[in-house]
């Protein structure tokens, strides 16, 4: 990174805008137009306040807030009203966005989605969480697996959401597919801050990969999100942090040049690829078999933990949700 944030833009940089919006309280359909409209005058903010800015990103929860209300009234479609009106702020604006919607799902319980808006309007990239919070999140779990999409000057996007990037197997997968940039929206709370922080970078180093990666901030009034936006460099070292002030918007500058050159020209940790060229020192190639168990028993459907009988969580009852009923029906094909 260099330039001040963005203030000073390379040639070959994306310049990235954290938006820590304050925490919403959505209760009726008219909250919910009123926060997209907070949201697109947001996206307007970004560009008049850094007219570098390549890409605006917004948190999770940044149009519901955090009460979970499932709500059908409030559940929004990607081709709704409050979508278009984030796709017309991109187009106006010039500028690319991320948002958070929580989806319709006709079929169960609401998706948690997020969407990346190029500056014409077009959705580029359409995410459902993978990994829902549970027991405290209600949402189906995602069946779109993890996109990768072109983004502004030649770089590459993923996205994951909040609890997603707990898991190190989220991270590798956008790497593996291209991805280097990775977004991390979320609306976590205090208690979350360093396990925030610390897979923010881990997930960067792992993967010689960016990560840009934004928090709600502020209080609704029950809720104390983080904000604590942060931009990590693809060694693993953050070059850009925010803290807790709602609605700042923390800007800084990647260039996903540097991680292709590192993918490319690393000998000592490159991790990502030596995962799959084991000891290429000692034999051809280095070992490519898989020898990790959990790995097979995964894509077997038989993951299954040496203490499993002992998992005390293992519903949402405890936070208020009836155990479910039905089972996952799988990823949908060709999505």
Same mark, same amino acid.
């Given at each position: 990174?260099?330039?001040?944030?963005?203030?000073?833009?390379?040639? =070959?940089?994306?310049?990235?805008?954290?938006?820590?919006?304050?925490?919403?309280?959505? *209760?009726?359909?008219? &909250?919910?137009?009123?926060?997209?409209?907070?949201?697109?005058?947001?996206?307007?903010?970004? !560009?008049?306040?850094?007219?570098?800015?390549?890409?605006?990103?917004?948190?999770?929860?940044?149009?519901?807030?955090?009460?979970?209300?499932?709500?059908?009234?409030?559940?929004?479609?990607?081709?709704?009203?409050?979508?278009?009106?984030?796709?017309?702020?991109?187009?106006?604006?010039?500028?690319?966005?991320?948002?958070?919607?929580?989806?319709?799902?006709?079929?169960?319980?609401?998706?948690?989605?997020?969407?990346?808006?190029?500056? *014409?309007?077009?959705?580029?990239?359409?995410?459902?969480?993978?990994?829902?919070?549970?027991?405290?999140?209600?949402?189906?779990?995602?069946?779109?697996?993890?996109?990768?999409?072109?983004?502004?000057?030649?770089?590459?996007?993923?996205?994951?959401?909040?609890?997603?990037?707990?898991?190190?197997?989220?991270?590798?997968?956008?790497?593996?597919?291209?991805?280097?940039?990775?977004?991390?929206?979320? #609306?976590?709370?205090?208690?979350?801050? &360093?396990?925030?922080?610390?897979?923010?970078?881990?997930?960067?180093?792992?993967?010689?990969?960016?990560? $840009?990666?934004?928090?709600?901030?502020?209080? =609704? #009034?029950?809720?104390?999100?983080?904000?604590?936006?942060?931009?990590?460099?693809?060694?693993?070292?953050?070059?850009?942090?925010?803290?807790?002030?709602?609605?700042?918007?923390?800007?800084?500058?990647?260039?996903?040049?540097?991680?292709?050159?590192?993918?490319?020209?690393?000998?000592?940790?490159?991790?990502?690829?030596?995962?799959?060229?084991?000891?290429?020192? $000692?034999?051809? #190639?280095?070992? #490519?078999?898989?020898?990790?168990?959990?790995? !097979?028993?995964?894509?077997?459907?038989?993951?299954?933990?040496?203490?499993?009988?002992?998992?005390?969580?293992?519903?949402?009852?405890?936070?208020?949700?009836?155990?479910?009923?039905?089972?996952?029906?799988?990823?949908?094909?060709?999505?």
């Amino acid at each position: 990174m260099s330039g001040l944030g963005g203030l000073n833009k390379s040639p =070959d940089g994306v310049v990235i805008g954290l938006a820590q919006m304050k925490l919403p309280v959505v *209760e009726t359909p008219e &909250h919910l137009a009123e926060q997209a409209k907070r949201i697109v005058e947001m996206t307007a903010k970004a !560009k008049r306040g850094l007219s570098n800015m390549d890409l605006v990103v917004f948190p999770e929860y940044s149009l519901h807030g955090l009460s979970m209300n499932t709500d059908p009234a409030l559940m929004c479609r990607v081709d709704g009203p409050e979508v278009e009106a984030f796709r017309q702020a991109c187009r106006e604006t010039r500028i690319w966005g991320c948002f958070s919607i929580m989806e319709a799902n006709p079929n169960g319980n609401p998706y948690n989605t997020g969407l990346i808006i190029d500056d *014409e309007g077009e959705i580029r990239l359409n995410y459902r969480k993978l990994h829902p919070w549970v027991p405290v999140e209600p949402w189906e779990p995602g069946d779109l697996g993890i996109p990768v999409c072109d983004g502004p000057n030649g770089s590459k996007l993923a996205l994951i959401i909040c609890h997603d990037g707990m898991f190190p197997e989220m991270a590798r997968e956008c790497a593996y597919i291209g991805a280097d940039i990775m977004i991390r929206t979320a #609306g976590y709370t205090a208690p979350i801050r &360093h396990s925030w922080q610390i897979t923010n970078q881990a997930n960067a180093f792992c993967n010689l990969m960016y990560t $840009a990666s934004v928090c709600m901030s502020g209080s =609704d #009034g029950t809720f104390d999100s983080m904000g604590e936006a942060m931009i990590v460099g693809f060694d693993g070292v953050p070059l850009v942090t925010g803290g807790g002030r709602p609605d700042e918007i923390v800007a800084g500058e990647v260039r996903p040049s540097l991680v292709r050159e590192a993918r490319r020209l690393w000998g000592v940790e490159n991790n990502i690829y030596q995962l799959a060229h084991r000891g290429y020192v $000692a034999v051809d #190639g280095g070992a #490519g078999d898989c020898p990790y168990t959990y790995m !097979k028993d995964l894509v077997n459907e038989q993951y299954r933990l040496p203490w499993e009988n002992e998992i005390a969580v293992k519903d949402g009852t405890s936070e208020g949700f009836p155990k479910p009923t039905r089972k996952y029906a799988g990823r949908v094909t060709g999505s």
